[in-house]
């Protein structure tokens, strides 16, 4: 039986340790740590960071920030930012996290420190551990330490360790004094586990008091294996959408047809390569049935197949490019139930039966030969005003038609987010795509029991990323009746790796 290296390293620190009368668990975990880091260097994946500041009077957001970049982890964790599409997109010319008496600036890379505790180590040599006490994290044992750095400007917190000596969460923040306002929000950093690389960084939460309210943020973590699931995915769909030479020759209109058609598999790939779209999944198949139930009752005759896919970002949108319509994670996490997703997707559908055609200059892929960094400025894809009002009547009528006919879902999920369009402009207004409340919405009075059941669900609903590979699947979760469209804190279910390997 073969061990993998982490393991062996992990095994021979722990026999040291014990000679030499330390504390196994810290030095095992010491030499996990740095054996992760460098596993780490291989890999660019996506950090995605959303902030809120909640207002302290009305528990109201007022302010919200979005940033998005790939990172690297070496000697330090370097990023590369994508340009923002939008000026409520957090720059990269911010300032440092927390300053008080005065306005708000956040540093994003200040941000991305918080996926390590140290990335130089976190070692005896430099900081005190004190051991506080065994905690299960889901189904996973693990013993928690107290962490004081012997001098100031490193981590101070508190970290979880599994037995046999792996960081899976750690929870404090970078402080540089013991004055009462660190220049850092503290933070509450998770870990999962991947076959074959350990436990590599995945979710963090934000949380920390301001002048005028309360931080609350989420740092998400994905792609560190995209690239692979790309090129697998899109070349499955060049082939599926293949003509069918046998016998026949290829006419005008069809090769017209397959032009288009090639453009949008171009676009559609080079979003994948660039982190932003997941590959296909299930829930593709059900956002299809939905385009379908629209369709059948519609009296609208639909010469291609219209398909479903999916944003990896958190910002609420939803856009069409060719027949394919795009949905943001954002969106499937905050909607209420089917009916208000079908009333976002009927605008969509409304605005392909617009017959817009697709933009054939993508179909040459040499003009989406540019950077990941500059993606928001070359592929928007939102839908002009005049646009989005001349397909509202046709949305509403594909509404009316269909099963969804009369669910009040759709009114109360847009009435609340234009409630909180003012603070929350980031989430709105998306970098790519057409912001959902640029639409015009279904609008009718909502019974108010309707209303006490029927809400906006707090972002990391509904919908769970996986940190490897960028897959999405459906979470049931329970209705969060107060927090709609809000942060919250995150608790990753942690299994075994023992468990994870009989499982697979």
């Not at 982490?6 to 330390?22: D, E, H, K, P, R």
């Not at 300032?95 to 008496?101: C, E, T, Y």
């Not at 004190?130 to 100031?152: C, I």
């Not at 000596?165 to 009462?180: A, E, I």
Request: negative net charge; contains cysteine.
């Amino acid at each position: 039986m073969r061990f993998p290296a982490m393991v062996i390293v992990g095994l021979a620190v722990t026999l040291s340790a014990v000679a030499q009368g330390a504390e196994p668990v810290i030095q095992v975990m010491a030499a996990n740590e740095k054996l992760t880091l460098s596993v780490l260097e291989k890999y660019a994946p996506m950090v995605e960071t959303y902030l809120q500041i909640v207002s302290k009077s009305s528990a109201a957001p007022i302010e919200d920030y979005y940033y998005l970049h790939r990172i690297n982890v070496g000697s330090a964790i370097s990023e590369t930012q994508y340009d923002p599409a939008s000026q409520h997109i957090l720059p990269a010319s911010a300032f440092l996290l927390l300053v008080r008496h005065a306005p708000v600036k956040f540093r994003p890379s200040s941000f991305v420190c918080m996926l390590s505790p140290d990335i130089h180590g976190l070692n005896p040599e430099k900081y005190r551990f004190v051991y506080s006490h065994k905690e299960f994290l889901g189904e996973l044992r693990t013993v928690v330490y107290d962490v004081q750095p012997k001098q100031p400007g490193y981590f101070r917190g508190r970290i979880w360790i599994t037995e046999d000596g792996h960081l899976v969460r750690f929870m404090g923040t970078f402080s540089t004094d013991d004055g009462p306002r660190p220049p850092y929000a503290h933070f509450d950093s998770w870990r999962v586990y991947v076959p074959a690389v350990g436990w590599v960084p995945a979710t963090t939460y934000i949380e920390e008091p301001l002048p005028e309210g309360t931080l609350h943020g989420q740092i998400r973590i994905w792609g560190y294996d995209m690239s692979r699931h790309a090129a697998n995915s899109s070349v499955s769909m060049q082939i599926n959408n293949a003509i069918d030479h046998t016998g026949a020759d290829v006419s005008p209109g069809q090769a017209l047809d397959q032009w288009r058609e090639l453009a949008t598999q171009n676009v559609l790939e080079r979003l994948e390569t660039a982190g932003l779209l997941a590959p296909p999944s299930e829930i593709d198949a059900i956002l299809d049935q939905i385009i379908t139930n629209l369709q059948v009752s519609s009296g609208v005759a639909w010469k291609e197949p219209i398909h479903c896919r999916i944003l990896l970002t958190a910002p609420i949108t939803a856009t069409s490019i060719g027949n394919t319509i795009l949905v943001s994670r954002g969106l499937l996490e905050t909607v209420p139930d089917e009916g208000a997703l079908a009333a976002v997707l009927a605008n969509e559908l409304a605005q392909i039966a617009q017959g817009k055609p697709m933009d054939t200059r993508w179909s040459f892929a040499d003009r989406l030969m540019f950077s990941d960094r500059v993606i928001f400025r070359k592929l928007s894809f939102a839908h002009s005003p005049r646009e989005a009002a001349s397909s509202a009547a046709l949305a509403a009528e594909l509404m009316d038609k269909s099963i969804y006919h009369g669910t009040f879902a759709p009114s109360v999920y847009y009435e609340q987010m234009r409630h909180r369009a003012k603070g929350l402009k980031s989430l709105f207004h998306p970098p790519i795509g057409d912001s959902v409340l640029s639409t015009s919405g279904v609008q009718q009075a909502v019974p108010r029991e309707v209303q006490q059941r029927v809400t906006a669900r707090p972002l990391g609903s509904n919908i769970v990323v996986d940190t490897w590979s960028g897959e999405v699947r459906l979470r049931v979760t329970r209705v969060e009746m107060d927090y709609p469209f809000a942060v919250m804190p995150i608790f990753e279910w942690l299994r075994p790796v023992s468990n994870m390997a009989q499982n697979q």
